[in-house]
């Protein structure tokens, strides 16, 4: 296992401790997970999109993601009607299966197997996750609240998002055959660097073991269907859409990551069955990281 996998399992586990042993809680979880989002992951997408060469096929990877996606929430919907959930259950459900982890899960383990042209593959990838994140699964999750909310601020969380302009700016960039200034650069390289330790002491901050034993019945029916389901949904969008080599690697092994934190962040916002949501999230990221060592050989057996 590469000594980045495993520098990320360790700083993981130290997470999960300091949020067990009370020295650490859920708002520092949360806060950290904004500093992430709002510095070092758009560090993180302009320094891996520069100069960076996309082939001819790389409009498919976001597409892929939002095939994966909608096809996710289509299989969980019914199932949230099987049980007859609560409107709020039934919403948290529907958050934790929908909810794709690439961010703090999936993009250490594709920079630490593929390097930084796998990264800009993945990255592409969550434009479409990431799109439909912050516009559909958070529409569905405002619709089984029973908070007032409205459009316009769902539409505000999108626009305003730091990682959507660093994208947008690179994508740009790319178009006009340009590159980044080398000062800046190299400004943003250390904090680019930032992104996988801190990504993977947010997950381990995430974890709550009181909310995984009430609810871990349905929480683990959830994790099933996010990295299981995921997975095969991975693979029948990649082969429908042809995807071969780097683009069919990561298609499939971001369709089975854990359920993301963001999951946690909108069921805190919309009022809905916030314990089934953070169960969801720990459980999956525990499985995401017992399978950890095992990752590297499939990437690597999927992009062959």
């Known amino acids: 296992m590469p000594a980045t996998l495993q520098a990320f399992i360790a700083i993981f586990l130290l997470g999960a401790l300091l949020r067990s042993s009370g020295l650490l809680r859920k708002l520092h979880a949360e806060r950290l997970a904004s500093v992430v989002f709002s510095i070092s ?24 993601a939002c095939l994966v996606t909608l096809s996710m929430l289509l299989c969980s919907w019914p199932v949230t009607r099987l049980l007859h959930l609560s409107r709020a259950t039934r919403g948290g459900f529907l958050l934790g299966t929908g909810c794709i982890n690439s961010v703090y899960f999936a993009y250490p383990v594709v920079l630490a197997t593929l390097g930084d042209k796998g990264l800009a593959q993945a990255i592409l990838f969550d434009l479409g996750q ?3 994140t912050l516009t559909v699964i958070y529409a569905l999750a405002v619709w089984h ?12 969380r ?6 959507l302009w660093a994208l947008c700016l690179s994508l ?8 980044l200034p ?26 709550s073991f009181s909310a995984v034993r009430r609810t871990w019945p349905l929480a683990l029916l959830g994790v099933g269907m996010r990295m299981l389901g995921g997975l095969l949904l991975g693979f029948a969008v990649a082969y429908g859409l042809d995807l071969a080599g780097m683009e069919r690697a990561i298609v499939i092994l971001i369709a ?10 909108f069921a805190t916002d919309t009022g809905l069955d916030e314990d089934l949501v953070t169960s969801i999230v720990a459980l999956s990221i525990c499985v995401g990281v017992a399978l950890l060592p095992w990752l590297p050989q499939l990437v690597f057996l999927l992009a062959g």
């Open 158 to 163: 999108f626009v305003s998002s730091p990682p």
């Open 130 to 132: 990431t799109t439909l």
């Open 256 to 265: 089975a990551m854990p359920s993301a934190v963001t999951a946690v962040i």
């Open 172 to 179: 740009l960039l790319t178009l006009f055959g340009l590159h």
């Open 145 to 156: 609240s029973a908070k007032s909310a409205t459009t316009r601020s769902a539409m505000l």
């Open 182 to 207: 080398g000062w800046l650069r190299e400004t943003l390289i250390p904090i680019h660097l930032t992104t996988t330790p801190l990504a993977s002491l947010v997950l381990g901050l995430s974890i």
């Open 41 to 64: 992951l758009p560090a993180t997408i302009l320094v891996s999109l520069d100069r960076m060469v996309f082939a001819p096929t790389a409009w498919k990877l976001p597409l892929a």
